[in-house]
DNA sequence: ACCTGAACACCGTTCAAGT
DNA sequence: ACCTGAACACCGTTCAAGT
């Protein structure tokens, strides 16, 4: 319907981030786009979402805020290479990417792909709250896209199915670990859950539910309080293992070509 | 395990957001704690989040910015007033929350909390937005989350299974809205989506991702361009209904309590 | 082509001082 | 008990000027 490219193009850019359109060029980088993308890594990865101000990430390039600008343009724009940079380092943990989509383990595969997802979301907590607005069409969200369609037109899926299908993992992998990252910058400290009163770990967010819910008047909030106690039992681990089996069986439902192991 | 509170006592204060406890005092209220959140929810409907400071808010409430910090003591903790007051409004939208939970349809009762909630959340778009980091114990959230478990139990799920679906339940919702709203900050132009070329019309967006898909070399994205027109096809509307039919299924199928209509 | 300092127009929050 | 002005320590971004 519309423009197609030539074989071995390069991918064109997308028109929802535009970056200043600078010849490419590579010196003994002092200072330079990828340079200033892996700086601001790992200041993300130190300090968190909080920390990343263009002065700051300048300071740690030893320049000054304004020289930032001229190679990335803006500091969402430089979220944008740090979001697809990451979706990069995501793709790579799936098998080699190589491995070709299998119709009899199409299930699986989708379900190794969701939990690469989360893993990526869990070693970088800013992750998911940088990804809101932001249209994943980078070229490493492209080469993730092209892989997630492929297994769920493998699968079966007719394509439309498909299309909605791979548009609400999305949504609901990084509706699960939004919830699960929230607002927590920093990674957690190496000694996280271990020790005791510690309100940033697991156990002791689920055991502060707990008391809370417990705590309630039992006559305005009798279930509430008749189910304190599973509050604190709460595996994530479990639930988002739960929530995309329950997602991808329900998704097998949809698909038109009947496979041996299931059924309408 | 732990305070039992006694019956009609009032809700006590949740750990996470404290409020600086002042006596509930009322007057001409050229300001209280009341007005603020008002006038708050008044600007970010208008504005979107953005334009949320706590400079702007004291204007609009001819104050200075100092002067609202006696009443709800941070940005933060206004925000989580803000929060349960939205919450608080969707709680009204379905049926009149006395209804009481129907085992025989409980999924049907289930849906109709789950559009509600979306419909909350796109009738203010930075809701979910506010929620991120916000665990919902106000009092407003607790009355929802009491009867979105007493639905769940009566539809025979386990207690454990009960608890995991609701915080899954609210974790899809989000993820599915927060992905819908993006950061679209203002509310859509009353003639958003008729005017043709505006980029933030729903239409428009699906426009631009199919001509970018289809325009992108073939031979490195073989799925994304044969699917392209797909996804200027999406519809919103469909996708959630798929979403949460989808989930809610696999929850039923997980009761144990098995009814008339389902089997394992 | 690339970098800089200085400025502009903002933030959230604190605090001594007022009534 | 409530409100205030002024200050502190920040922001993202622009822009004329440098090399």
Same mark, same amino acid.
């Given at each position: 319907m519309t423009d197609r490219a030539a074989p071995g193009a390069p991918i064109p850019p997308s028109p929802w981030h535009r970056l200043? /359109?600078?010849?490419v060029k590579r010196r003994g980088?002092?200072?330079?786009r990828e340079a200033i993308v892996a700086a601001a890594i790992r200041l993300l990865d130190a300090d *968190?979402? $909080?920390?990343?101000?263009m002065r700051r990430l300048a300071e740690e390039l030893g320049?000054?805020?304004?020289?930032l600008y001229w190679h990335v343009g803006s500091k969402d724009a430089l979220l944008d290479l740090v979001f697809d940079e990451l979706i990069g380092e995501g793709v790579?943990?799936? !098998?080699?990417?190589?491995e070709a989509p299998d119709p009899s383990r199409w299930r699986e595969q989708l379900k190794e792909i969701a939990q690469a997802q989360r893993a990526l979301s869990l070693r970088h907590r800013y992750l998911v709250r940088i990804s809101v !607005?932001?249209?994943?069409?980078g070229p490493n969200a492209l080469r993730l896209s092209e892989r997630v369609l492929a297994i769920l037109l493998a699968g079966g899926l007719p394509p439309r199915v498909a299309v909605q299908g791979y548009l609400l993992l999305v949504a609901v992998v990084n509706g699960f670990t939004m919830d699960e990252t *929230?607002? !927590? /910058? $920093?990674?957690? $400290?190496?000694d996280a859950g271990t020790?005791?009163? /510690?309100?940033?770990s697991p156990g002791e967010t689920g055991a502060m539910a707990r008391d809370y819910l417990a705590s309630l008047p039992a006559d305005q909030f009798p279930v509430l309080v008749s189910l304190a106690d599973e509050f604190a039992l709460t595996d994530r681990n479990e639930r988002f293992a739960i929530l995309i089996d329950t997602f991808i069986d329900g998704l097998a439902r949809r698909a038109t070509k009947v496979r041996p192991d299931e059924s309408a």
């Amino acid at each position: 319907m519309t423009d197609r490219a030539a074989p071995g193009a390069p991918i064109p850019p997308s028109p929802w981030h535009r970056l200043p /359109d600078r010849p490419v060029k590579r010196r003994g980088e002092p200072i330079s786009r990828e340079a200033i993308v892996a700086a601001a890594i790992r200041l993300l990865d130190a300090d *968190g979402l $909080a920390a990343l101000s263009m002065r700051r990430l300048a300071e740690e390039l030893g320049t000054g805020a304004a020289s930032l600008y001229w190679h990335v343009g803006s500091k969402d724009a430089l979220l944008d290479l740090v979001f697809d940079e990451l979706i990069g380092e995501g793709v790579g943990e799936f !098998g080699d990417g190589t491995e070709a989509p299998d119709p009899s383990r199409w299930r699986e595969q989708l379900k190794e792909i969701a939990q690469a997802q989360r893993a990526l979301s869990l070693r970088h907590r800013y992750l998911v709250r940088i990804s809101v !607005g932001r249209i994943p069409m980078g070229p490493n969200a492209l080469r993730l896209s092209e892989r997630v369609l492929a297994i769920l037109l493998a699968g079966g899926l007719p394509p439309r199915v498909a299309v909605q299908g791979y548009l609400l993992l999305v949504a609901v992998v990084n509706g699960f670990t939004m919830d699960e990252t *929230g607002m !927590g /910058d $920093a990674p957690p $400290a190496p000694d996280a859950g271990t020790r005791p009163g /510690d309100p940033a770990s697991p156990g002791e967010t689920g055991a502060m539910a707990r008391d809370y819910l417990a705590s309630l008047p039992a006559d305005q909030f009798p279930v509430l309080v008749s189910l304190a106690d599973e509050f604190a039992l709460t595996d994530r681990n479990e639930r988002f293992a739960i929530l995309i089996d329950t997602f991808i069986d329900g998704l097998a439902r949809r698909a038109t070509k009947v496979r041996p192991d299931e059924s309408a």
